[in-house]
């Protein structure tokens, strides 16, 4: 299995960004964790991070007959992104929305994803172990096809 971890804008900063919120991992710390729990699971990751909107569109969309799956977490463009969903919705390669803390429990705007009707789940609130479930679940998913 060929998973895409795709992190949207100031995902990069993690460790420096609200640490409070976010936790005090770095980016690179978090992606070092990926990179174990999918070799431990047998599966093929491939990661990419921008904070531009049509950079995300475009990785999407390379993605077409390349992943299996994807897991995404699209930062604030959660709340905003019509093409990043549109995107999501034309490769339709199941996908997974992931948010580092629990945006149900944050400021109003944030309970809006406009890609959260197109994933196969959502998982927030768990922190970085957040990625980890994702990719089960998506393996969970291809296991019983």
């Given at each position: 299995?060929?998973?895409?971890?795709?992190?949207?804008?100031?995902?990069?900063?993690?460790?420096?960004?609200?640490?409070?919120?976010?936790?005090?991992?770095?980016?690179a710390?978090?992606?070092?964790?990926?990179?174990?729990?999918?070799?431990?699971?047998?599966?093929?990751?491939?990661?990419?991070q921008?904070?531009?909107?049509?950079?995300?569109?475009?990785?999407?969309?390379?993605?077409?007959?390349v992943?299996?799956?994807?897991?995404?977490?699209?930062?604030?463009?959660?709340?905003?992104?019509?093409?990043?969903?549109?995107?999501?919705?034309?490769?339709?390669?199941?996908?997974?929305?992931?948010?580092?803390?629990?945006?149900?429990?944050?400021?109003?705007?944030?309970?809006?994803?406009?890609?959260?009707?197109?994933?196969?789940?959502?998982?927030?609130?768990?922190?970085?172990?957040?990625?980890?479930?994702?990719?089960?679940?998506?393996?969970?998913?291809?296991?019983?096809?």
């Amino acid at each position: 299995m060929k998973i895409l971890v795709i992190n949207g804008p100031n995902i990069n900063m993690l460790g420096i960004r609200e640490p409070d919120i976010y936790g005090k991992e770095t980016f690179a710390d978090v992606i070092e964790k990926i990179k174990k729990h999918a070799e431990q699971r047998g599966v093929e990751v491939g990661f990419f991070q921008s904070n531009h909107e049509g950079a995300l569109v475009d990785e999407i969309q390379a993605a077409y007959q390349v992943y299996d799956g994807i897991v995404i977490n699209p930062g604030a463009y959660t709340h905003t992104s019509i093409a990043i969903a549109d995107a999501i919705s034309a490769v339709a390669i199941p996908t997974v929305e992931i948010h580092i803390s629990d945006v149900d429990k944050r400021e109003a705007f944030r309970h809006i994803s406009y890609i959260r009707p197109l994933c196969v789940g959502c998982i927030k609130g768990h922190g970085t172990d957040g990625y980890l479930e994702a990719i089960d679940l998506l393996m969970a998913r291809g296991e019983s096809k």
